[in-house]
Nanobody, 122 residues
Framework: QVQLVESGGGLVQAGGSLRLSCAAS????????MGWYRQAPGKQRELVAV???????NYADSVKGRFTISRDNAKNTVYLQMNSLKPEDTAVYYC????????????????WGQGTQVTVSS
C-alpha cells in the first residue's frame, strides 16, 4: 500500500502564512498526481490544488494568487505554501495521491492522508 503523512497544520492569524507538506511512502511503483483537498465543518471536501505528471497545476478559484503547490518527485513529497490566509480557509486539509503499487503497476488508485487541521483566526 501507499501511506501519506502530512505535517505543517496549525493556528495562524488572518493574513499570515503556513506551509503544509505530505510525504508518500510504501511499495510505490509510480505516482501520477499529488494534490491537496480540504473540508470545512458542514461542507463537502473540495479540491484545493493538484500537480499531475506532465501537466499544468490546477487551483481552486478561491485560492488562486494566494496558495502555491509544489512537488519533489525524487522524495515523493508535495507541498502547499499558503499565504494571505483568510478565516474561510479554515478546514481539515487532506493530501491525495494517485499511485500504482509494485506488483500491480497497471492499476492506479487514490490514496489519502489522515488530514491536518488549519485554523485561521480573524
Amino acid at each position: 500500500q501507499v501511506q501519506l503523512v502530512e505535517s505543517g497544520g496549525g493556528l495562524v492569524q488572518a493574513g499570515g502564512s503556513l506551509r503544509l507538506s505530505c510525504a508518500a511512502s510504501g511499495s510505490i511503483f509510480s505516482i501520477d498526481a499529488m494534490g491537496w483537498y480540504r473540508q470545512a465543518p458542514g461542507k463537502q471536501r473540495e479540491l484545493v490544488a493538484v500537480v499531475p505528471n506532465g501537466a499544468t497545476t490546477n487551483y481552486a478559484d478561491s485560492v488562486k494568487g494566494r496558495f502555491t503547490i509544489s512537488r519533489d518527485n525524487a522524495k515523493n513529497t508535495v507541498y502547499l505554501q499558503m499565504n494571505s490566509l483568510k478565516p474561510e480557509d479554515t478546514a481539515v486539509y487532506y493530501c491525495n495521491a494517485v499511485a500504482a503499487v509494485i506488483g500491480s503497476r497497471w492499476r492506479k488508485s487514490d490514496y489519502w492522508g489522515q488530514g491536518t487541521q488549519v485554523t485561521v483566526s480573524s
